[in-house]
């Protein structure tokens, strides 16, 4: 079991806890997850490790309300205990020899970005952030990304922030200014990712995405996180979640996480339907 000594909602929908799990956080390192089970009856989900403290013996994870799993989460308050946290699981992002980098990312992935960027402002590498969310009341971590990077870029889908942009459209304007980087990296949705790396392979700059996929136990054994990369079969979960972006097969992946759509959303509006002021 383990207890949940913090609990920050952002918004109606996007929410922060703060994790005892000594064991975890020993161990975990930028670009890792946790596989989370609410209580034994609940589906087992990925969530990033999106800050670990050693010392105090604490994990840190975001997540935003989508599905069954992450409402029942949301239903447990401080003082409360998560009947399963398994991690870290997953290969830690290799950020070292990176002079000057791009992180794009959009929405709750900025949980995995603020790590990376973290990791290369402490190796002393130059980092654009550009970050993206539905509407300004959806921007979280603002403030903590500025400080841990060089220059940063924030906009929304509706312009309610006074930037109405992509992601993708502030990342080309600073290549076409001139802006050259040793990679761009990005974590967010695949239609984005595979977006950037569109872009970036006109340049020739080197992409690396964090692969967001279906996952069960997260060792490799159920195949459910299963992707093509360069033509061969990886594991999300154990090979990844980070690939070269110009190896990844966009299309199969996005179907593949497509699979269920119907079933959740239907699990979602009985879950919701049974507990009434549940926002969907």
Known sequence: MFEILQKTRFNDYTVHMVLKAPMIAEKAKAGQFVILRTDKFA??????????DS???????????????????DKKSEGDFIEDVLGPLGKPSKLEGYKKVALVSGGVGIAAAYPMAKVLYKNGCK?????????????????????????IEIVTDDGSNGKKALVT????????GGERYDAVL????????????????????????????????GTGM????????????KFACVDGPEFY????????????????KIQE?????KYCNLYKGVKL
């Not at 589906?43 to 990033?48: A, F, K, Q, S």
């Not at 459209?169 to 076409?176: S, V, Y």
């Open 265 to 269: 959303d239907r699990a979602r509006e």
């Open 55 to 73: 010392a105090k013996g604490t994990i840190e994870i975001i997540y935003q309300k989508v599905g069954v799993a992450t409402y029942k989460l």
């Open 169 to 176: 459209d502030m990342l080309k304007d600073k290549l076409e």
């Open 127 to 151: 980092t654009d952030v550009i970050l993206g969310f539905r509407n300004k009341e959806f921007i979280i971590l603002e403030d903590a990304m500025k400080s841990i990077s060089n220059s």
């Open 43 to 52: 589906e087992r989900i990925p969530l990033t490790i999106f800050n670990a």
């Open 222 to 233: 159920c195949g459910g996180c299963r992707l093509k990369v360069g033509g061969k079969t």
């Open 245 to 260: 972006g110009y190896e990844v097969d966009f299309y199969e992946a996005i179907i593949r996480n497509r699979m269920f």
């Open 186 to 217: 990005s974590v967010g949705s695949i239609p984005m990712m595979k977006a950037v790396c569109d872009i970036t392979k006109i340049y020739k700059i080197k992409s690396i995405v964090s692969m967001t996929a279906i996952m069960i136990d």
